[in-house]
């Protein structure tokens, strides 16, 4: 079985890397940096998911996989009129353009041979009005993605969903106002955000395990707050 990650050389996409290793997977990581010396099974790329053309070359030489995470992704501290037009153009290939073209790429693959899993990465930032406007545009966008693959290549196979945590205990939270931080975390149920961990354990169950009927969903993950 073999597996590809996006941004999996940390925080999330490591846990997930790790998780999909220990279930088996041959597992393949992209990001930017890479990861030093990884562990037996796992194989990482130097790839910057903003460049679509540079992405598909190194999926193209990995091969058919069984499950593709599509977890790279980027958010800013910028209001609306703080972007320019190079910077809207950033974050919409990184978090939404390459991740969309690079699914429907694999899904045709997968639908081919029978059969895949793809999970992408939403958030919560996808279906509230969230200050980084552009941040959240991505995520609604990835997950209306993932529902029309499902339409499109479920039928042969393809089982596409989105997670959309709320925050998570990661390098990405240094980014949100205290403010905003603490105020979110006072109305989850126990008083904490999710962590790596968790996220990371229902990407594997949903690329695993779960019934094949979940299929163009989103899971919430937000410890009990709908924020929508």
């Known amino acids: 079985m073999k597996a590809i990650v996006t941004g999996g050389n940390r925080g999330i996409g490591l846990e997930i890397a790790k998780k999909l290793l220990a279930k088996g997977f041959e597992v ?25 053309e540079q992405t598909i070359r190194i999926v193209d030489r990995i091969g058919p996989a069984d499950v593709l995470v599509n977890n790279a992704g980027i958010m800013n501290t910028k209001t609306a009129s703080d972007y320019c037009h190079d910077e809207i153009l950033h974050i919409l290939n990184v978090n939404l353009i390459t991740s969309v073209r690079l699914s429907v790429r694999v899904a045709e693959q997968m639908a081919g041979s029978g059969g ?17 406007i552009w941040y959240g545009i991505s995520k609604a966008g990835i997950v209306n993605a993932m529902r029309s693959l499902a339409r499109t ?8 969903n989105s997670v959309a945590p709320g925050p998570v205990e ?10 905003r931080k603490d105020r979110l975390q006072a109305a989850t149920i126990r008083q904490r955000f999710c962590t790596a961990e968790e996220v990371a354990e ?17 899971i919430d993950l937000n410890n009990g707050v709908n924020y929508r």
Not at 28 to 52: F, K
Not at 116 to 132: L, N
């Open 116 to 132: 895949g899993r793809i999970v992408s990465m939403g958030s919560i930032a996808g279906e509230i009005g969230h200050p980084d």
């Open 28 to 52: 393949h990581v992209l990001s930017r940096s890479g990861i030093v010396s990884p562990p037996a099974g796992m194989i990482s790329w130097a790839a910057d998911v903003a460049d679509y």
């Open 170 to 179: 990661t390098d990405m939270m240094q980014s949100i106002p205290q403010e």
């Open 153 to 160: 290549f479920g039928p042969r196979g393809v089982i596409a």
């Open 202 to 218: 229902t990407v594997c169950w949903l690329a695993t395990a779960a019934p094949a009927c979940i299929n163009g969903e989103v």
